[in-house]
């Protein structure tokens, strides 16, 4: 491959040892690390050769196991084996489909789920920070010092909770994280750059439990994502929960303690693999009921009982060759990632969708890794004369802010490439109106409620002014990790806000410091402090709303409606006084149903108004 | 590091008119990344870096701008001093308004007997009808400027752009 001609910025450079740098591919089931060695990328294996290491932590009595041993044990112990952890990244409880299917003691927190263990309530973050810790002490003990820099990966469909999440989790387990690296385009670097590929390509990327479709252009060692698109919470989990919920029906079982629930699971995903070779697999258990289970999935069954799993994967593809403004027929090459595309269904749905064959000349399991580590080693600064090539990466999920009426004002669409910077200008709604909240939103959705919220923050101070007449620039700039921060400043004034975007769950500095240090003495109450205020917060900000509301368009309500949210503002108000977030969070809900109706005819109105007037202006930012 | 008072023409060295050659503009824009991108400072200090990120950006927001057939017209008459979003002034010729909307009620229809020929059939005619203005544009702007003509062929350019996405959007429900 011809390669893009960069200067040196200092020649002649000094010859220095290079600095040490990893790459890890944090997975849903298993995650690696690696580095690059002599200028060759390769994963650094455990003692005893596996370059896999399960993403399942155990909170045992003695400590806490991670990997091999983790797994080993989790049929005997499921409530304190955590597996899927990424699953529940920057996810609150509600974002879990079905929550039952998991066997943990799930705490509602703000925000993010948590679990209770033996070794006491843990967040997501930290277990993850577990697997990240035991690759790194992997790496040190083998390259022979601390790691100075890491590449974490994450699913190209991130969004900026759970990327955030996962940057935490890497701090915490001590890394120097030098970026997030989208695991697709971590692929498609390690492809590329072993086969001098050249021209568009599709990466296709089914992990344990979620889905990536990018779209790239190489071009003289320019990797440019066009489009990408996914699923995060599809992936090789969900195919062996459906083996699973079959064998549950195929062998008439009652409903099963824990600790069977794992034992078939572990089997049914057992079975699945098999099926890569064969044309049927037993499932063969002894359950701690007494129960025999002895049954045998064909491979046609499973075929049918994942059909729909499979179908649900080339939504995405369909929609990501849309944004890229590109045909199947465009597509020089389709790269398959991650361990659950070794299914000959993957593979053969996926070369049928593109008309060839997909690329399988490479570990599924390790490419992920290996282009996190060559990345990592760029980063440093150890790359080699003639070993230059960029990456230009783009973020998955619009990226916008709510207006009037709960709508999502999109101001940085998805597919733009990162880093970007983008501003645009609103105004004030009443008169005299002096601050305004910046709700910040992601997601693809029209309304508000639909999107995923990131953050809010006030800007104070604005002069008061007719409606209409403030001039309020909110600028948004998202960095090369794809995560967000946003500004706003008042033009007239020059009044100005901005806040990093963590979503309110998120770590502070701060907060990772005293984690590392003693997490657990004051944890109980930090957490019940915390859930009140930001309990408060969300209090404060719906019940201006919805005064607001009634305000602007009372004349929408009838009487006993309004009587109802009169109350439920009422009882708000009563439980804001108080210290419990658990009552203000259930006042908050009920005033959020009580305005529902109101919120809804509002919205046809703004709908209508806006349809009216809609010409190129209304369509136009500024 | 790059000059930001440049506009985006000259950062990209291409010459400053509506019709493009887009290979030099593709080929332009990933030198220039290959130069600014905060890849490329890893090391650098926590100056460098930002730095880099807003280079990055600036190179990013114009190659978007030019790359954009709408974005770059509006940027050639805002050079002149030419709104052409202008929202006090924002009439369309009624024909075309009417075109339009019927084009969007055809879609419906199909969008609602689930036809995904009929509405990829649309969006081709769609797209025809936006390469069909944009050769006007080049006229407009490249030739011996008319800058209230080519204000209006930038709208019922958007307007265009706008009528293609509401479509795709109804392409991609039928997919869901």
């Keep these: 491959m011809s390669l893009l001609q960069i200067a040196e910025p200092d020649e002649p450079a000094p010859r220095r040892e290079p600095k040490r740098a990893i790459g890890i591919d944090l997975g849903t089931t298993n995650s690696l690390v690696a580095t690059v060695r002599n200028g060759i990328p390769v994963v650094l294996p455990d003692e005893e050769g596996r370059p896999l290491v399960p993403s399942i932590v155990r909170y045992a009595p003695e400590g806490v196991e991670v990997g091999h041993a983790a797994m080993a044990r989790q049929s005997q112990d499921p409530q304190n084996t955590i597996v899927s952890v990424k699953r529940f990244m920057g996810r609150g409880l509600a974002d879990l489909a079905d929550d039952r299917r998991f066997p943990y003691h799930f705490v509602e927190a703000p925000g993010m789920v948590q679990i209770g263990t033996r070794h006491g309530v843990k967040s997501p973050v930290e277990v993850s920070a577990d697997i990240l810790r035991s690759l790194r002490l992997r790496a040190e003990a083998q390259l022979g010092g601390t790691v100075e820099g890491a590449v974490v990966t994450v699913p190209a469909y991130f969004d900026d909770a759970q990327r955030q999440a996962t940057k935490d989790a890497a701090r915490l387990a001590g890394l120097e994280v030098l970026r997030l690296l989208n695991e697709p385009t971590a692929a498609a670097i390690a492809y590329g750059l072993d086969n001098a590929a050249e021209g568009v390509y599709a990466v296709y990327d089914l992990g344990g439990g979620t889905f990536d479709i990018s779209i790239l252009r190489l071009t003289r060692g320019v990797f440019e994502v066009l489009a990408t698109s996914g699923d995060s919470a599809l992936g090789g989990d969900d195919f062996d929960h459906r083996v699973f919920c079959w064998a549950l029906e195929a062998g008439k079982l009652p409903p099963l303690a824990p600790s069977d629930a794992r034992l078939l699971l572990v089997k049914s995903r057992e079975a699945k693999e098999m099926l890569t070779g064969h044309q049927a697999a037993p499932i063969v258990a002894r359950l701690a009921t007494g129960d025999d289970v002895n049954l045998s999935l064909t491979s046609d069954t499973f075929a049918g009982i994942t059909q729909q799993l499979v179908q649900k994967t080339l939504q995405p593809v369909r929609r990501a060759l849309r944004d890229a403004k590109l045909d199947v027929a465009d597509i020089k090459g389709v790269v398959l990632v991650g361990g659950a595309t070794r299914m000959p269904r993957i593979r053969r749905a996926v070369a049928e969708f593109f008309g060839q064959p997909p690329l399988t000349n490479l570990n599924p399991d390790e490419v992920v890794a290996l282009g996190a580590a060559m990345q990592a080693n760029a980063l440093m600064g150890n790359r080699e004369r003639g070993d230059d090539w960029l990456l230009l990466d783009v973020i998955p999920l619009s990226l916008g802010l709510e207006t009037m009426g709960g709508l999502a004002e999109k101001i940085v669409p998805r597919n733009s490439t990162i880093p970007v910077s983008r501003a645009q200008e609103f105004t004030t709604y009443r008169d005299g109106q002096t601050a305004m909240v910046i709700h910040v939103v992601q997601g693809e959705r029209e309304r508000v409620a639909d999107c995923r919220s990131l953050a809010r923050f006030e800007l104070r101070g604005i002069p008061p002014m007719a409606a209409g007449a403030a001039r309020i620039r909110v600028t948004f700039q998202v960095d090369a990790d794809g995560l967000l921060s946003a500004s706003a400043r008042e033009q007239v004034s020059g009044i100005e806000a901005s806040v990093v975007v963590k979503p309110s769950y998120g770590l502070s500095d701060g907060d990772i410091a005293r984690m590392l240090q003693d997490s657990y003495a004051h944890a109980a109450e930090d957490m019940a402090a915390r859930a009140f205020a930001e309990a408060a917060v969300e209090a404060d900000q719906l019940a201006e709303q919805v005064r607001n509301a009634v305000a602007a368009d009372g004349d929408l309500l009838e009487e006993r409606e309004r009587a109802t949210i009169d109350a439920a503002l009422a009882e708000v108000a009563r439980h804001r006084g108080g210290d419990d977030a658990g009552s203000l969070r259930a006042a908050v809900e009920a005033l959020n149903r009580a305005s529902e109706g109101l919120a809804a005819r509002r919205m046809d109105r703004s709908v209508s108004k806006a349809l009216s007037g809609r010409n190129v202006d209304t369509l136009v930012g500024e | ?176």
């Design chain 2, 1 to 176: 590091m790059i000059d930001f008072s440049r506009n985006h023409f000259e950062l990209f060295g291409l010459p400053v008119r509506f019709a493009t050659d887009p290979d030099a503009l593709d080929a332009r824009y990933r030198e220039l990344q290959a130069e600014v991108h905060p890849d490329r400072f890893g090391a650098g200090s926590e100056t460098e870096r930002r730095l880099a990120h807003q280079a990055s950006a600036r190179v990013n927001e114009a190659y978007r701008a030019l790359r954009d057939p709408v974005e770059r017209a509006r940027y050639l008459l805002a050079m002149r001093g030419v709104d052409a979003m202008d929202q006090k002034d924002t009439k369309l010729p009624l024909d075309f308004l009417e075109a339009q909307l019927e084009c969007r009620e055809r879609a419906a229809e199909a969008a609602e007997s689930e036809d995904i020929a009929g509405l990829e059939a649309i969006l081709a005619g769609i797209h025809r009808e936006r390469v069909a203005r944009q050769g006007e544009l080049a006229a407009l702007l490249d030739g011996e400027c008319d800058a209230e003509r080519a204000r209006q062929a930038v709208r019922e350019l958007k307007f265009l752009a706008k009528v293609a996405e509401d479509v795709e959007t109804m392409l991609e429900a039928l997919d869901a």
